[in-house]
C-alpha cells in the first residue's frame, strides 16, 4: 500500500501561481513514476504532467511552458510548479504512484486537492 501526503491547493486569480507537492509513503518500488492527473466537472480524468525517478517527465499538451514537474526520489516527493494559471485549470488535481512500463500508468490515487483559478 502507499499513501499519498498532498498540498497546495487554493484559491488563485488568472495568471496567477500555486505549487502543489505530493509525498509518497508505505511500500514504495522503485523505479516508479508520480505526477497528477486532474479532473473538471463533467469531464475525464486528464493526465496533467508527471516524472519519473530516472528523470523522464510529460507533460499536457495544455500546460506546457506554464507547469513544471520535478521530484525528489529520496523522499519520494513530487512538485507541480503551476504558473500563469487559467480558468480552465480549474480541478481537482490527483496526485498518483504508478510502478508500469508507461510512466502514465495509475497504481494508487491520492485524495486530490482543489485547485480553483477564478476572478
Known amino acids: 500500500q502507499v499513501q499519498f501526503v498532498e498540498s497546495g491547493g487554493g484559491l488563485v486569480q488568472p495568471g496567477g501561481s500555486l505549487r502543489l507537492s505530493c509525498a509518497a509513503s508505505g511500500t514504495i518500488f522503485r523505479p516508479y513514476a508520480m505526477g497528477w492527473y486532474r479532473q473538471a466537472p463533467g469531464k475525464q480524468r486528464e493526465l496533467v504532467a508527471t516524472?519519473?525517478?530516472?528523470?523522464?517527465?510529460k507533460y499536457a499538451d495544455s500546460v506546457k511552458g506554464r507547469f513544471t514537474i520535478s521530484g525528489d526520489n529520496a523522499k519520494n516527493t513530487v512538485y507541480l510548479q503551476m504558473n500563469s494559471l487559467k480558468p480552465e485549470d480549474t480541478a481537482v488535481y490527483y496526485c498518483?504512484?504508478?510502478?508500469?512500463?508507461?510512466?502514465?500508468?495509475?497504481?494508487?490515487w491520492g485524495q486530490g486537492t482543489q485547485v480553483t483559478v477564478s476572478s
Open positions: 516524472v519519473s525517478t530516472g528523470g523522464n517527465t
Open positions: 498518483y504512484y504508478g510502478t508500469g512500463r508507461i510512466i502514465t500508468m495509475v497504481d494508487y
